[in-house]
């Protein structure tokens, strides 16, 4: 990881560049302080609450680090820091604030390695995807909006824009740091500041993001990291100067959020959950939909909104293409997450672990035929079988709830029409993915699914150019794409 020749460092990135290139690959090992505090104005503190947390490697179930929990009174003097710092950074030339998110984006590259195995780490996805995905994508997150920060004339043409103010973002646990760079990269090339709270389970690569906060010269206050649960949470939704919410998380607490706010005026973008249709046509190249199919839902253990939780498989060819789905994951690894052969990694939580062992137990009491492979998991931490429901209808809990987890249910089906029918039946509307050789197919699903990502031939492919979100219960507002930038500015 040595710095690219072509680029030349800013003078402040120079110390940031020689340390990590100095050091030999081996000795380059993960460093985790024993206790984080709050990232408040530039600097952590230790939290007024006096309170602290656990976050767990849930692989094994140690303890990686004590978080703080912020108070109330810690939520006051986050945003209070944001509101100072965001008079400033709204009247820095729009070149200097796209400089300070390159140089995030150039750090975070820099930073790759450590990033992606802390994730793994105190999240439990595979290193694999950390690796490959996430951070990756964290990167191009910033680089892309930092493309922004001086063209929003050129975005939103004849109109000016000014930028909300002080922005109150609340992530959860299934993709911590892309789902910190989805919010803040935005915020920040708008002109923004922001307070963050990432999920309980998973605040320390935040926290080192913090780190990476000093390094690029971010100033002081226009990014606050605060860490806690819900009720610092709350405290953040609540706050009157907050000028903006943005959340991803569970459809329950984004309705609850959409009532606390309700009169306030707060401008608000909400992500919430999804039970994606992944529809495979007769048509279909069928080995290419097997692998399809297993990224779709067993992804990041299938904690991920958009994941590919129902299939629907066309009659004609169902019996084949369980057969080959079945094989396939009976090879699926379950295991250490920094393991580089691990498929499956470890589930996030020991409570997440429970709802989706009560989810398995209701599909079963519904009548539901099950398949899990036969490969062991392992006996200490959190892990969950891949898991099959077949003989299920539409009605069925399992096919109408989100699970959150690696467990896929199999309808099918004999019509377009019917398919999409199904498809459109359950309260949410995120995502959906279909597989056919027809465009006339994929063209009629484009325009009957009712979810704000369709993907075909493909699934769970991300880039910071297009627009995320979802319509019924999966959420308002997009993330991604020039959209993104809309719930962060004030247009006149
Ligand atoms: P959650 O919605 O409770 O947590 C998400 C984030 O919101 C966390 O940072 C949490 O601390 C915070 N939070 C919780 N209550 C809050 C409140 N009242 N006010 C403000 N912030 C609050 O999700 P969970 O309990 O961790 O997971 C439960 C289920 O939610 C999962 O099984 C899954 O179905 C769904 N979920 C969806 C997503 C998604 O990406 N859409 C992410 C996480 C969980
Ligand atoms: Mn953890």
Redesign the pocket.
Known sequence: MKPKSSQTPDPSMAETFLKYAAAPESTRQIRLRDQYGLFIDGTFRKPESGQWMDSLNPANESLLAKVAVASEQDVHRAVQAAGKAQKKWQKMPARERGKVLYRLARLIQERSRELSVIESMDGGKPIRESRDVDIPLVAAWFFYYAGWADKLQYAFPGRETTPVGVCGQ??????PLL?LAWKIAPALAAGNTVVL?????TSLTALVFADICRDADVPPGVINIIT???????A??HHPEIKKIA????????K??QK?IAGTGKKYSL????KGANIIFEDAPLDQAVEGVINAIFFNQG????AGARLLVQESVSESFLRKLKHRMSHLIVGDPLDKNTDIGAI??A??LQ??KEYINIGLAEGAQMYQSHETVPSKGYFCSPTLFTDVSQSNTVVQ?????PVLTVQTFRTPSEALEKANNTPYG?SGGVWTDKGSKIFQAGSEIQAGVLWSNTFNKFDPTSPFGGVKE??VGREGGLHGLYPYINLR
């Not at 609340?170 to 993709?175: A, E, H, M």
């Not at 992500?271 to 999804?274: A, K, N, T």
């Not at 709830?401 to 987890?405: A, V």
């Open positions: 609340i992530i959860p646990w299934n993709f789902m709270k990432p999920a309980e389970t806690g649960a819900a009720a610092t949470g709350q953040l939704v959340f991803t998380g569970s459809t329950a607490v984004g609850w959020i606390a992500e919430l959950g999804g904690h991920v909104c958009c996030n939580s409570s997440q709802r989706i709830e989100e699970i959150f987890g995120l999966s959420g």
